[in-house]
């Protein structure tokens, strides 16, 4: 959104300076592929390792967050069946290769790093540390995912001149990981904020950084909002609750700039959908006419109508009967199919969702950050400043989902009634949403936002979000005829880990379930 009209520009071929898709094979380098490579070059094989992880395509939504996030986090509606809340050895695989192929890529912009000059690594700092904040950025995802992760000696086969058994990787414990990224985010920060690029430099970096455009200010924010996120993440620990107090409120008192407005968003936007940087995946990974997981979810359609939420008709298509309904997670799986079946049950808008080819990537943005800094705000008894930052939360997120439609390149839902003039207010100001209550009260008001917000988008984060607060409840039909029941807290370790990586696997195979919460989950 921050970049829509430089795109605009990009596509007609004005600008040269920009990294269009086009320069993406020519600015990705593949070790494996070549003897020779530069931090700028490598730095954006980097992002575009990870490129599919973030956009909404096939491998990620199909075959990771379809048989768990998108139910277990009733954003979406799903039929209930036997085994639905195992995590399959697929999905872990999956998950498991994408962050590992990034890290991969990291490592090895880290050795060529370290081989230059003191003067040409001056020149390219600039890289090492976007590259370490996206990153961190997706190091959290896999810690709230599993838990104990291979990262400090993880990917190091280059490194370590092809020693496979060298190369064999330890477990770091998810708390120490946390502080880690803590500590050297800080740092960065600090960095940043001292930091002009030279002229070179900056073209370069302009060139070859696809997300934020070489855009010194938004890698600022970008780096501030991730420490905002890890810090109210582990903030109801003994650990890390002093530190998680501190340390927000010297990023929120000015001397460290966040993602405030949604032209400031991290976000991968699609330039051309017949690129390599495309949404086309979405279709096929989220489903259409038919496929279950694009059917509504029964909480989240009942809270958008009662309270007559602005986002109702760009989230979701009415049904044979000219309402909006959901699929009900307590019904048994026939009731379920009858309706669907029948068409009593809303899907996502696919004009807005999953045939929209050019829905951007997204990484981190101002509504996730404005409801982060409502609860900090509450958690520290300064009421007025949570009011103003949760309400500026649900205005920036009906902002970003009228947005993402009318860029659509698909109208098959049909036209939007435009926002009316009050029409965001009168949803604020509505019983079901207005800032009042208790302390307990108000939280489950930022969280309902929170989980409205984040919907199918951010999956990885909601669910995250759900098991810290546990908010908003969530109902679940217990499988019965499995030992895992209900939703699991963690995910477990894929297959190859015991087989390729025994003796470090065995130091956390106690842990290997799906019922040993992350450190932060201590509701």
């Known amino acids: 959104m921050k970049k829509h009209i430089f795109i605009a520009l990009v596509a007609l071929g004005l600008v ?14 593949d070790p494996n592929k070549i003897g020779e490579t530069t931090v700028p070059k490598h730095f954006t094989g980097m992002l575009f390792a990870n490129a599919n992880y973030v956009l909404p395509n096939y491998g990620n939504y199909f075959i990771i967050l379809r048989p768990t996030l998108l139910p277990w986090t009733q954003a979406a509606g799903w039929l209930n069946s036997l085994g639905q809340y195992k995590v399959g050895a697929a999905t872990v695989d999956e998950q ?99 930091t002009s690029l030279a002229a070179v430099t900056s073209t370069i970096f302009t060139t070859q950084d696809y997300i934020n455009y070489g855009d010194l200010d938004l890698w600022k924010k970008y780096c501030n909002s991730l420490r905002l996120r890890l810090l109210n993440r582990v903030s109801g620990t003994s650990e890390f609750s002093a530190r998680a107090s501190t340390e927000m409120g010297a990023i929120l008192g000015g001397s460290y700039p966040t993602i405030d407005s949604n032209a400031e968003n991290v976000q991968i936007e699609v330039v051309n959908v017949d690129s390599d940087i495309n949404s086309r995946g979405f279709e096929d990974g989220f489903g259409s006419d038919g496929w279950y997981t694009n059917y509504a979810g029964k909480l989240m359609v009942d809270h958008m109508v009662a309270n007559t939420d602005p986002r109702l008709r760009v989230y979701f298509e009415k049904t044979v009967n000219d309402d909006y309904q959901g699929i009900d997670p307590l019904a048994d799986a026939t009731t379920q199919q009858t309706a669907a079946d029948a068409g009593e049950v809303s899907l996502f808008s696919r004009s807005t969702f999953n045939l929209n080819q050019v829905f951007p990537g997204v990484i981190m943005d101002a509504a996730e950050v404005s409801f982060i800094k409502a609860e900090y705000y509450l958690r520290s008894g300064n009421d007025a400043m949570a009011q103003e930052a949760y309400e500026m939360g649900i205005e920036q997120s009906v902002e970003w989902y009228y947005w993402v439609r009318s860029i659509t390149n698909n109208d098959i839902s049909g036209e939007v009634d435009a926002l009316g003039a009050t029409e965001v207010a009168d949803y604020v100001a509505g019983a079901g949403v207005a800032w009042s209550g208790t302390e307990a009260e108000k939280l489950e008001l930022i969280a309902t936002q929170k989980w409205i917000h984040y919907g199918v988008v951010n999956l990885r984060e909601s669910w995250a979000e759900q098991r810290r607060l546990d908010l908003p409840e969530l109902e679940f039909m217990p499988d019965d005829s499995d030992v895992q029941s209900l939703p699991p807290v963690r995910w477990i370790y894929p297959d190859k880990e015991r087989s390729l990586n025994t003796e470090n696997f065995s130091e956390v195979s106690s842990m290997d379930n799906m019922t040993t919460k992350i450190f932060w989950d201590v509701n």
Request: net charge negative.
């Open 96 to 194: 498991w290769n994408q962050y590992y192929s990034m890290l991969t890529q990291y490592r090895e912009l880290q050795k060529i790093y370290n081989g230059l000059s003191d003067e040409e690594q001056a020149a390219n700092k600039i890289f090492m540390q976007a590259a370490t904040i996206y990153l961190y950025d997706h190091t959290q995802e896999m810690v709230d995912l599993f838990g104990y992760i291979p990262f400090s000696e993880a990917g190091m086969l280059s490194t370590n001149g092809g020693d496979y058994i060298s190369s064999l990787p330890a477990y770091d414990a998810s708390n120490d990981l946390y502080t880690m990224m803590l500590d050297d985010l800080a740092i960065i920060a600090d960095e940043l904020n001292s």
């Open 16 to 29: 040269s300076t920009g990294c269009s898709d086009a320069d993406l094979s020519d600015n990705y380098s």
